[in-house]
Each structure stands twice: as C-alpha cells, then as structure tokens.
C-alpha cells in the first residue's frame, strides 16, 4: 500500500510540475517596460486663408515629451504620454505675424501664454517591429491657451533595427474654435478654422527611474 501511495504520489507531482511548465511555454517572453523620452522634435502647422494662394505655415523644433514604452509579441504600447511645444517657439517667417499670434492665439484672459501640451494614458500599435513602418492612431487630450479638447493623429511608426529608437510622422486637423480661439484677420484676410497639424520626432528607449526611499522615514 504504501509504494502504490508512493507511486501516485509522484504521478501527482509530475502532472504539477508538466502543468505549471506548459503555463510559462505559453504565456511566452513577457513585455519589457523602458522610458521613452522625446526631444527637439518638429512640429509645423499650415492654415488656409480667405485668400486663395495665401496660406500661414508656421514651424517649431522644440518639442519634447516623454512616455513609458512596451515592447511585446505583437508590437508596442505606450503609456503616460505626455508632450509639450512652448508657443513662443513658434515661427511664421513674419516676426509681426509671430507677435500677434502670440497675442490673439495663444495668450489667456489672464495674459498668461501657457505652452501646448498633449496627454495621452495608453497607445496601442500592433504590428510595429523592428526595420518596419506600421500605421498608428495617437489619441488624447491636447491643451491650446489652456483648454483641453480631444485631439488624435495618424501616425506612421518606424522602429529602427535594434529596436531601442523610433521615429514617428504624423498628421492631424484641429480647429480653433474648439479652444474658443476667433479666427485671425489681418488687412482683411482671415484664416481658416481648421488648422492642418505635422509633427515628426525620433525617442529612444532609457532605462525607467529608480524609485527612492523617502529621506524622511522614521527617528
């Protein structure tokens, strides 16, 4: 009696261990979590007017953001995106045209001229891999003269071979009044509401930060 208690024993053990073993077989490699962090990207906008053949283009290279990025089997995700463009970097080509966009576009009741921020909690893009280009859709909350309206891109994401850098196109529409912003016009020529959106900017992948003890704790 006790060898055959023995022998189920161990057939017991066995279907664990065989079962516990299939589990990790399957689950397979586990997504790897890195910092994503985005600096002097560009970013450009070109708006139609009353005029025909006169369209306002303006450009910045001082975009930043910064985002944690996964990398799993079919493809990335990234969370906790968050991206800024100081408005005063903006540029037209016109240094009037810049100081009255700053003024009517971008400074609040209050004078203030925050800068343009997006947020975005989670994006995902299957399919992205290493030495390939995959369509992405952005979406999230973006602030103009701080006000928040959704705002969404189609993004076209390229991760390089190695796989640590991305570079990232995309486009986009949004409309001032949305952010409560009246349509420029100067010596009779106005803008159009819809402003067309372009922004193109490379991140690498970095290591997360390191969470520290409190220096506070306990005497």
Not at 172 to 194: A, F, M, N
Request: aromatic content about 4%; proline content about 4%; charged content about 15%.
């Amino acid at each position: 009696m006790k060898r055959q208690a023995c022998i189920c024993l161990t057939a017991i053990l066995t279907a664990i261990v065989l079962g516990v073993s299939s589990v990790h077989a399957q689950s397979g490699p586990q997504p790897t979590t890195q910092m994503l962090v985005v600096e002097n990207g560009l970013a450009s906008f070109s708006v139609a007017t009353t005029v025909p053949v006169i369209d306002v283009n303006g450009k910045s290279t001082a975009l930043q953001a910064h985002a944690q990025i996964s990398r799993g089997g079919n493809g990335i995700t990234i969370e906790h995106i968050e991206a800024t463009l100081p408005v005063r970097t903006i540029k037209t080509g016109m240094a009037m045209r810049d100081n009255h966009m700053a003024e009517y576009i971008f400074t609040t009741a209050k004078g203030e001229v925050p800068d343009m921020r997006f947020v975005s909690e989670r994006i995902d893009c299957p399919g992205v891999a290493p030495g390939h280009e995959t369509a992405c859709s952005i979406s999230g909350m973006l602030s103009i003269r701080g006000v928040l309206h959704a705002f969404s891109l189609s993004a076209k994401v390229r991760q390089d071979a190695g796989g640590a850098s991305y570079r990232v196109i995309g486009d986009g529409i949004i409309k001032l009044s949305d952010y409560g912003i009246e349509r420029p016009t100067q010596l009779g020529v106005s803008t159009s509401d819809e402003v067309k959106i372009h922004l193109e900017f490379s991140g690498k992948e970095g290591a997360l930060p390191t969470m520290t003890a409190s220096s506070g704790g306990s005497k």
